[in-house]
C-alpha cells in the first residue's frame, strides 16, 4: 500500500470530562482542545493521507488485516484498531435498548457496524450503531444512504475522528440525529444538523423521531454504573 500515514494533529477536540456537581443535566457546549488524546489508550486511529478513489479504497479494505474499521472521508482513509471490550460492551448495550424502540415504533431498523454507510460520493462511514428508516434495505445492495440516526462510541483512538472528521460530514448531510457516546465523561453529545455546539446530555437523554409513539428515554447515570461493573479483579 502507497498511502502515507499522517500522524495526529498536535491538538484534538473533545467534550468535558466531567459533570459539574449541581450544574445544568443538559448544556451547550464549546469542544475543548487537547493533545495526544488518541494515544491514551490502544492504537491511535490513523488517515491514510492522499487522495483515494472509491474503488482504490474498496480494494485495499478487502486485503485489510481483520478487525480494522475503514471509512473514506473526502478522499482520506481513516483506519480505526480493533475496539477495547468497553466499548463493545456499551454497543451491545445499547444495542438491545435501541433495537426494542425501533422495531415497537416500526422506525425501521437498527444495525451494528461493519456496515457501509454512503451519503455522498467519495463518502463511506461506518458508525457503530444506526437506525435506518423503513424502505431503505435492498436486498441486492450492501449500502446504506439514509439514517434516522448514528451512533459512534467514542475512544481515545477514535476520538478526533468521530468529533473532528466525520461530525460535521453527518451535519451537511442532514442526519437528523448524531450521538457521540463517550464513557470517559458519562455523557452523550448530542448533535442535530445545524448544531453548531452539541448537546451535552449527562443524565437522560430522550429521542423522539417523527412518527415514534412515544419518545426513546435512557439514564445515563444507571447505564454507565451498568457498563462500567468489571467481572474479577485486574
Known sequence: MTAKLRRPDSACKRSVTARARGGP???REALLTISLAEHIMGMPARALHRPWAEDEFYAARDTAPPGERWEL???DVLVTPSPHWMHQRIVVRLTVLLDAYVRANALGELFSSPLDVKLEPGLVLQPDL????????RRRSDIVRHLLLAVEIVWPSSARHDRVTKRPRYQRNRVPEYWIVDDA???IE???PDDERPE??????VWHPAG?????ALDLVQFFADVAAEDGPG
Not at 200 to 205: D, I, K
Open 185 to 187: 465523561s458519562q455523557t
Open 25 to 27: 443535566i443538559v448544556r
Open 212 to 216: 415514534a409513539a412515544e419518545p426513546f
Open 130 to 137: 444506526l437506525v435506518v428508516p423503513p424502505g431503505e434495505i
Open 73 to 75: 472521508v473526502d478522499g
Open 190 to 192: 448530542r448533535w442535530t
Open 200 to 205: 451535552l446530555v449527562a443524565e437522560r437523554v
